[in-house]
């Protein structure tokens, strides 16, 4: 018998951020698209990230706000979690979610192939089905693999009777757990740390470095950490993880001293960072050029063999899915002939803490190191109408602009919601704005993005509500 084959222009390997994003603008351009996924429309983003952890996030902080007592003057009594209704509200979401992908997918005249791709070389790639292997041919290959988390080999994913797990159980635990270790201080152990927190959990977070979030500057971290403290949320840094004990109900870490400390948890979630999905679908067969353990891109994302493309989480840092989406975007539009590069001003990073910090472009720190002169200013939220009337004075903007010119390089922020701000931020730093532009900008009042016009006007020296 021979294998079905279908030719195709464009195949997409993966249909997470990147691989459905390039997918839709590629048939939007007229080009004839197949994608694989072997999991779920919508990747890890939408059925096991971005949007579930969110999701969970918010449902936490109602919980917070309902049982937190007297609240601004209002109290409730009687509040019930019935955890099993909050996991399927969350997943009604998801579902609305990748249910849309599917239904944009179809609606642009992609053809959407479910199973695991292998590849076999360049043009040609191997999707199990259920009445045999089909062969796809193309003329283009866009990798959009994405990542998987990190193992600690010592600590496997399992391990414990099930007590160690990765962020995709620990967005559907169906209890709360009584003692939960996260193991690292980073985006997901803080975001996840806190919501189960607030949901009613003893969380203890143990993280490697002295410091939490030790990616970003300490300045933005503080209200983080000293929310944390304020939460009940126990930190033991500069900690390193031995192992489950020898009952296997506890973790055991050494402090910084040496001494050994036993944990007891009924869960522990490991959230050490994640890494590209470079194995398991025969990308070795092409033996592309790799950059550490991610594909290598060029600014058009073309990997190191023609007409192979690689985008999104598979080619490494920042593992973001906006930069996910914006580089399948672009991909499809260099395939159709456009002269597109990759090369944003920035790509704005978001932490879905309590507060939230942003972070666009450089910081002071960064800025000098790439040989800019900057002057930098910040303006607390503390002296904003607007974070006083939503109870969240905790935070500040800050501005990094040229010295010379004023050019705006770079924003950061800590505070309640201020993940919006990321879209002014990006804006400015896209649009080459400078300080005046943004001072100058009528801002409505009351709202945070006041705090960004007048950390603009604070950085010019004449800010009015400081
Ligand atoms: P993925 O989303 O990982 O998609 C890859 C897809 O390819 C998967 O569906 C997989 O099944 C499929 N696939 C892989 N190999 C094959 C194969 N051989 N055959 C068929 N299919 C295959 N990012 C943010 O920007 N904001 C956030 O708030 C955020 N929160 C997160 C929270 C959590 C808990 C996690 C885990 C991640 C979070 N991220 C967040 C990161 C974000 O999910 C990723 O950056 C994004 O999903 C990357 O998109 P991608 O398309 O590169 O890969
Ligand atoms: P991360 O890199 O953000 O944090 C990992 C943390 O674990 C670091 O602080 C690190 O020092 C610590 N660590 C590493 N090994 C350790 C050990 N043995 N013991 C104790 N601590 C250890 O990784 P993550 O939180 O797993 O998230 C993975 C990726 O997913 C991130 O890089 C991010 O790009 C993406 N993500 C993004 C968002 C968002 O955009 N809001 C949310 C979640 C995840």
Same mark, same amino acid.
């Given at each position: 018998?021979?294998?079905?084959?279908?030719?195709?222009?464009?195949?997409?390997?993966?249909?997470?951020?990147?691989?459905?994003?390039?997918?839709?603008?590629?048939?939007?351009?007229?080009?004839?698209?197949?994608?694989?996924?072997?999991?779920?429309?919508?990747?890890?983003?939408?059925?096991?990230?971005?949007?579930? /952890?969110?999701?969970?996030?918010?449902?936490? &902080?109602?919980?917070?706000?309902?049982?937190?007592?007297?609240?601004?003057?209002?109290?409730?009594?009687?509040? #019930?979690?019935?955890?099993?209704?909050?996991? =399927?509200?969350?997943?009604?979401?998801?579902?609305?979610?990748?249910?849309?992908?599917?239904?944009?997918?179809?609606?642009?005249?992609?053809?959407?192939?479910?199973?695991?791709?292998?590849?076999?070389?360049?043009?040609?790639?191997?999707?199990?089905?259920?009445?045999?292997?089909?062969? !796809?041919?193309? #003329?283009?290959?866009?990798?959009?693999?994405?990542? #998987?988390?990190?193992?600690?080999?010592?600590?496997? %994913?399992?391990?414990?009777?099930?007590?160690?797990?990765? =962020?995709?159980?620990?967005?559907? %635990?169906?209890?709360?757990?009584?003692?939960?270790?996260?193991?690292?201080?980073?985006?997901?152990?803080?975001?996840?740390?806190?919501?189960?927190?607030?949901?009613?959990?003893?969380?203890?977070?143990?993280?490697? #470095?002295?410091?939490?979030?030790?990616?970003?500057?300490?300045?933005?971290?503080?209200?983080?950490?000293?929310?944390?403290?304020?939460?009940?949320?126990?930190?033991?840094?500069?900690?390193?993880?031995?192992?489950?004990?020898?009952?296997?109900?506890?973790?055991?870490?050494?402090?910084?001293?040496?001494?050994?400390?036993?944990?007891?948890?009924?869960?522990?979630?490991?959230?050490?960072?994640?890494?590209?999905?470079? &194995?398991?679908?025969?990308?070795?067969?092409?033996?592309?050029?790799?950059?550490?353990?991610?594909?290598? !891109?060029?600014?058009?994302?073309?990997?190191?063999?023609?007409?192979?493309?690689?985008?999104?989480?598979?080619?490494?840092?920042?593992?973001?899915?906006?930069?996910?989406?914006?580089?399948?975007?672009?991909?499809?539009?260099?395939?159709?002939? &456009?002269?597109?590069?990759?090369?944003?001003?920035?790509?704005? $990073?978001?932490? @879905?803490?309590?507060?939230?910090?942003?972070? $666009?472009?450089?910081?002071?720190?960064?800025?000098?190191?790439?040989?800019?002169?900057?002057?930098?200013?910040?303006?607390?939220? $503390?002296?904003?109408?607007?974070?006083? /009337?939503?109870?969240?004075?905790?935070? @500040?903007?800050?501005?990094?602009?040229?010295?010379?010119?004023?050019?705006?390089?770079?924003?950061?922020?800590?505070?309640?919601?201020? =993940?919006?701000? =990321?879209?002014? @931020?990006?804006?400015?730093?896209?649009?080459?704005?400078?300080?005046?532009?943004?001072?100058?900008?009528?801002?409505?009042?009351?709202?945070?993005?006041?705090?960004?016009?007048?950390?603009?006007?604070?950085?010019?020296?004449?800010?009015?509500?400081?």
């Amino acid at each position: 018998m021979t294998m079905a084959t279908l030719t195709t222009h464009l195949l997409v390997i993966g249909g997470g951020p990147g691989g459905y994003v390039a997918a839709i603008r590629a048939a939007q351009l007229g080009i004839q698209t197949t994608l694989v996924e072997g999991v779920a429309l919508g990747g890890t983003c939408l059925n096991v990230g971005c949007i579930p /952890s969110k999701a969970m996030i918010h449902a936490a &902080q109602a919980y917070a706000h309902a049982t937190h007592g007297d609240y601004m003057g209002i109290s409730v009594s009687g509040v #019930q979690l019935d955890l099993a209704k909050t996991l =399927s509200w969350k997943n009604g979401i998801v579902a609305k979610l990748t249910g849309g992908v599917g239904a944009l997918l179809k609606k642009h005249g992609v053809k959407v192939v479910n199973g695991w791709a292998q590849l076999i070389d360049g043009k040609t790639v191997e999707v199990a089905q259920p009445d045999g292997p089909l062969k !796809i041919q193309c #003329q283009h290959l866009l990798l959009a693999n994405g990542s #998987q988390e990190v193992e600690l080999p010592f600590l496997p %994913f399992g391990a414990g009777g099930g007590r160690v797990v990765s =962020s995709t159980e620990a967005l559907a %635990f169906t209890e709360v757990p009584k003692q939960l270790v996260v193991i690292g201080a980073g985006y997901i152990g803080l975001e996840l740390g806190t919501a189960w927190r607030k949901l009613g959990a003893e969380v203890t977070v143990v993280e490697a #470095q002295p410091r939490i979030l030790p990616a970003y500057d300490a300045e933005l971290v503080k209200p983080v950490a000293a929310s944390l403290a304020k939460l009940g949320v126990h930190t033991l840094l500069g900690h390193r993880v031995e192992g489950l004990n020898a009952a296997g109900d506890a973790l055991t870490v050494r402090d910084p001293q040496g001494g050994l400390i036993e944990l007891p948890a009924d869960k522990i979630l490991v959230a050490v960072g994640r890494r590209p999905r470079t &194995q398991g679908w025969g990308l070795e067969r092409l033996m592309l050029d790799m950059a550490g353990g991610a594909v290598k !891109i060029d600014a058009q994302c073309r990997t190191s063999m023609r007409d192979v493309w690689a985008i999104g989480d598979l080619t490494g840092e920042p593992l973001l899915a906006h930069r996910a989406m914006a580089q399948g975007e672009m991909v499809a539009e260099v395939i159709a002939g &456009q002269k597109r590069r990759f090369e944003p001003a920035s790509i704005p $990073a978001v932490c @879905f803490t309590d507060p939230e910090i942003v972070v $666009a472009g450089h910081t002071p720190a960064s800025a000098e190191a790439a040989g800019f002169k900057v002057k930098s200013a910040m303006f607390p939220f $503390a002296a904003n109408g607007r974070a006083l /009337s939503l109870e969240a004075p905790e935070g @500040f903007v800050r501005v990094v602009a040229r010295a010379d010119n004023h050019l705006i390089v770079g924003w950061q922020a800590v505070g309640a919601a201020v =993940s919006e701000l =990321s879209a002014s @931020f990006g804006l400015s730093l896209e649009m080459g704005a400078r300080l005046e532009d943004v001072a100058h900008t009528i801002h409505a009042h009351p709202t945070l993005g006041e705090a960004v016009q007048e950390a603009c006007l604070r950085a010019l020296g004449h800010a009015l509500h400081i």
